[in-house]
């Protein structure tokens, strides 16, 4: 089975500061690894994943993520917060494959201060 | 990159009503397509899989009764929440997955029942 936890439901930077959101993960099976970004009333994007090889994963609008598996760990960050990266982040795991089912964490909201 | 639309975006509907909503891959055929849940400032709770000329697959605890799904085509998925109760009220969130080993999120869709 699969689960994921996001440590800190709401973090808080200043604009131009490091972005750091927890996720741990649990799975019976190399996991597949992804970080998605949700705006207000809306879907969910994908900003990276990891499926194999290279640990160090770089998406979208800057952010990268680290698949550490002896930590279980896969944290997003981003050198430098910008105030469009406000909004609720979410970690999610599927087992071993990019066509299964997602397991989600519960979410956590970015607010970026000016 | 592959676009999957819901319609409609946002519905308000009385109780004891019955509520239809879509979920279509635009430029791309899906087999599968996930439907998903999500309560204010929670995560998304997979609902059921979808997978096209076949019965849906139901998540522990959902009501396949309540919640009827019909993959009829390659591109279309929908969702009809029948009897529809206060507590019904969520967002709804489709996802598509394509042969190319992605799965692509829709914009979701906000139900209010009053």
């Known amino acids: 089975a699969q689960s994921v936890t996001q440590l800190g439901s709401h973090v808080s930077v200043s604009e131009g500061a490091l972005v750091l959101l927890r996720c741990n993960y649990s799975?019976?099976?190399?996991?597949?690894l992804f970080w998605y970004v949700q705006y207000p009333n809306q879907g969910l994007q994908l900003l990276l994943k990891y499926t194999t090889g290279a640990t160090l994963v770089k998406g979208i609008n800057g952010f990268e993520a680290e698949f550490k598996k002896s930590e279980t760990s896969f944290h997003l960050t981003k050198p430098s917060a910008h105030m469009s990266d406000a909004a609720e982040y979410f970690c999610?795991?599927?087992?071993?494959?990019?066509?299964?089912?997602?397991?989600f964490g519960r979410g956590t909201q970015l607010t970026v201060w000016p | 990159g592959a676009v999957v639309s819901q319609h409609p975006s946002w519905v308000i509907c009385k109780s004891g009503t019955s509520v239809k909503i879509e979920c279509r891959s635009l430029d791309f055929q899906a087999t599968t397509m996930f439907w998903y849940r999500q309560f204010p400032k929670q995560s998304l709770m997979l609902m059921a899989t979808s997978n096209e000329g076949s019965k849906a697959t139901y998540e522990q605890g959902v009501e396949k009764d309540k919640f009827l799904i019909n993959h009829a085509s390659l591109t279309l998925s929908t969702l009809t929440v029948t009897s529809a109760h206060p507590e019904d009220s969520s967002f709804y969130i489709c996802?598509?997955?394509?042969?190319?080993?992605?799965?692509?999120f829709g914009p979701g869709t906000r139900l209010t029942v009053t």
């Open positions: 999610a795991v599927s087992g071993g494959s990019t066509l299964g089912r997602l397991y």
């Open positions: 996802s598509a997955r394509s042969d190319r080993d992605e799965q692509y």
């Open positions: 799975s019976s099976v190399p996991p597949y």
